[in-house]
Each structure stands twice: as C-alpha cells, then as structure tokens.
C-alpha cells in the first residue's frame, strides 16, 4: 500500500481515498506487448501517460522482463506485464506442454482492466477460431474479476504475406463487443490499426519502432480516459446560473487521480476556477459576478492531457435586486405611466398592482432600467381614478409603495 502523509487540514478531504486500491491494469499480448532488451514496447509510454496524468495504478502480470529475461532499454516504469512472445490466442489460453496459461497466471493477480492486443501470431488459423479465442479470453478474465473492463484491440498492421488476414480478422473484432459487451464489464474496442504506418511505426514490418510504440500508447491512453476519466455532472450545460451565487460542480472518477483542475470559458480564452485539489467529486463554486451566455466548464488533468468539458454552453445571469422604486412622472395622462428603480433588474423581479383593499389589478415583469404599465388591468379594461398600491419583488426583496391615479 502506498504512503500518504496527512495533514490535519486535509483528512476530512482526503478521507474517501485512504483506503483505494491502485487500479490494477494488466498488459495481455504477445511479442508487441513483451518486447526485447531493444525495445520498451507500447508499455513505457503508456506508463507514463498515465502517472503524469494523476492517474493510481499498477500494472500486473506473472512477468517483469522483456525477450529472454532482458531489462528493457529503458527501465523507468512499472515493468509487470503479460506479454509473450510468438505465442498465438490458444496458447494463451491453454498449452499441454505444461507451461502455466492464462487461467493460472490469474492465481497470483486479480485485474481490474485489461489491455489486449492478441491475434497477429494467429493468421494461418480459420478467423472464425481466432474469434472464438478471444471471446474465450474474454470470459477467463470474467471468471477471475465479473467487473473487469477489457479495452480489446483491432491490431496494428504488417507488411508481410499475411497481412490482408489481420484486416479481416480486425473487422470482426468488433462483433465480440456486440456480442459479449455488458454494463458490469465492458469491452471497449481500441483501433490500433489506423494511423499506424508499417514503414515508419516498425522495425521490422511487425513490431512497433519507437514511433509506433508511442501511438498505440496514445490509443490505449486515449480510450482509458474515455471510460476511467473525470466526467462532469453539473453543470453540464443548458443550465442558467446567477452571477455571484455558489453553485456546486459536481463531477464523477471511476478511477482515482490525485488532483484535478477546474476552469470556464466566455469565450475569451480559459479562466481558472481553482485547481490544482484533491480529486472529491464536488467543488463549491462562486459563480463569477458578469453576465455571459455559451459558458462552457471543463475538468481537466494537471497536465491537460485528460479533460471533460460541458456538454452545452451554460448561462450566467446578472442582477441585483430591485432596492428602491418610484414613479415618473407623479401626474400623467391615460396613456400610461413608467416606473423607475435603483440597480439593474432581478431576473425574478415582478410588479404587482392593487387596490388599497388588496384586490389584484395586474402584474408586470420588470425590464431594464424601468417598467411601463398602460393602466389597464388584466382584461385590458381601464383603471378608474384613485389610490392604488405597487408591490415589488424578487429574490431577497419585497416592498409596497402607494401612488395615485388622477386625469
């Protein structure tokens, strides 16, 4: 378990995560997954990605080595993994030559989430058993964790004879998540393939250079934050917000990262609500004190590389309410007459006419700077001479006054 140091201050917010567990990833593959002692593979890359992201995690595997027992060229990251190389889906799977498979190897670990990048080994087989290969993957790690999330890729491209096999098979791997994919365990579908170039993204027309290392790390990285990332939930845009109020942010983690940023939009460039803090699902915000329509919010990562924005501009509303109020002029004709007050308008301002008696004659929304009635009542019917009340109110606010009406 890792460390923390508590400060008083602190416990209170720090106290739902003193008992999380890293989020167990597991690397599940071949060659391209293991690597030799001149290549990292995808797996440093993505490790890094990943911890400068904030994200707590550990990868798994029976395995810490690279292509016969070598270190990696460079050994700067968690170095775990389940990557095999030469070994095609079955293998994987089950061997008779005594040596442990995939239901053995989950004996010492349990993943949360698996990334699987299995079947280039596989394309002198039917596809038809390379899918049902998979599938059987897929319901091993079931068996071991029912919540597993396994991120399932379509496989980089070869430039050798069998190369045309890989798209084909590659078509079909999405019908496992059609097929199997459910809300306890999702299989989420990662395309290795595009974008991913033989000539220049491997060494040897089958395993990733450094180039290709690097974008299937920003694949898998890209699809773990789409499902494990911050996710806002309010506000998430349509709503209308008071300037000035504090309204809370509330947003959701299904995996836990250290600390997040929050930030908003007008239009004139991104603003800082507050941030770096300590990921609590909740930030009380004061609402800033300006009207403006099309806001957008977004949480991000510190290092920006992981965001979620509002899903549609928000709006600010301004206004004070209404502190006092009198009528120009005192002596008017049937036309009508206005109301003047001081400060701009509450959004929830209204005026309601009576009779000295209390019967309601008619009420008004206040507009900006001043409301207008024509002295008609709610039936248009016009108002006799005499002495009335105006009322005012709005949030925080309510007031009556008299005034008089006389030709």
Known sequence: MKPYILLPTLLVLMVSYLYSEPLKILPLGNSITQGDSKHNTYRRPLYHKLHNAGYDF???GSMNRNLGGKMPPNPDFDLDHEGHYGWKIDAIMYRSDGQATLPDWLKLYTPD????HLGTNDTKQSLESSIDELSDVVDTLRADNPNV???????????????????QLNALIPNIKTEMSTEQSPIIIVDQNTGFIVTEDTYDNVHPSESGEEKMAEKWFQSFNGYYGPKLIFPNGGESLKAGAVDTIRWSSKCKMDSVVLEYN???GWQLIVG??????????????????????????????VFDSTNAGLSIIKGTSVKNASLQP???SVEGFGMIYDGQTDYTSVVSIFTVTGKPIITLSIGQGNVVWDRKDEKGHLVQNGIYLFHVSGENTSFVKKFSIAD
């Open 266 to 268: 007008v239009g004139t």
């Open 330 to 332: 005192f002596s008017f």
């Open 113 to 116: 989430m698996a990334f699987v």
């Open 276 to 305: 770096p803090i300590l990921n609590t699902d909740s930030y009380p915000w004061e609402v800033p004190d300006l009207a403006a329509e099309n806001v957008v919010l977004r949480i991000r990562s510190v290092d920006s590389s």
């Open 149 to 167: 999330v396994i991120f399932l890729a379509q496989l980089i491209p070869l430039n050798t004879s069998t190369a045309a096999v890989i798209d």
């Open 58 to 60: 550990d990868f798994i």
